[in-house]
């Protein structure tokens, strides 16, 4: 059975229960009665919710839960550019990140799972897929962390041989010169209809 369907079958015995006691109220003035009621109503619930919670949140990883906003469609074309200058592209192509968590891989501070500015973003993020529509065009709220590029690449024997990456290490680990001043053509979503696309099929 899957995660999916233990939680499914974890409601239906909770709904169960408590359709049971509203049912039966007089079921609940015996000590089982009591026990049971505080099982259906706080102890399941409360379980039930929290895996819930922690299945939203691992799907919230997912490359396609990032890209089910038709505002992120292009980011995710831009995954298939056929071009290996396009960094976004080459790492998703290489699997140089899981494709299945690529956006997250690269875009951390971009989720729940961030500090408490993350979440609001989020939040924010929810409110404007739903009620108010997105600000065109989408940027980063702050300038790209080199954190995010050298947590993969920042110990790799290919980096750390580069002469030029080994002339400005300090400077890329403590941000003072970005990643990006080299590595540069990102997503590009704005030139997508000027470029060749792979076919993984």
Not at 125 to 143: F, N, R, T
Not at 152 to 171: I, K, M, T, Y
Request: charged share 15%; with cysteine.
């Amino acid at each position: 059975m899957t995660a999916l369907g233990v939680l499914i079958s974890f409601l239906g015995v909770t709904i169960l229960l408590i359709a049971g006691i509203i049912a039966m109220p007089g079921s609940i003035r015996s000590r089982n009665g009591k026990v049971l009621a505080f099982l259906a109503l706080f102890v399941l619930p409360t379980i039930g919710g929290w895996a819930g919670f922690d299945r939203h949140m691992e799907q919230s990883k997912t490359t396609k839960f990032c890209l089910s906003c038709h505002i992120m469609e292009p980011y995710g074309r831009s995954l298939l550019v056929d071009d290996p200058s396009w960094i976004p592209a080459a790492h998703f192509q290489n699997n140089r990140v899981p494709r299945e968590m690529a956006c997250f891989t690269c875009h951390t501070n971009y989720t729940m799972y961030g500090d408490y500015k993350a979440k609001l973003r989020g939040f924010r993020h929810v409110w404007a897929q739903y009620v108010s529509g997105p600000k065109l065009p989408i940027h980063l709220y702050q300038p790209f962390n080199n954190r995010e590029c050298l947590h993969c690449h920042g110990e790799s024997r290919v980096f750390l041989e580069n002469p030029l990456h080994s002339a400005q290490l300090a400077d890329l680990r403590s941000n003072a010169t970005s990643c990006l001043s080299c590595h540069d053509t990102i997503h590009n979503v704005k030139h997508l209809n000027e470029v060749k696309l792979w076919n993984p099929e």
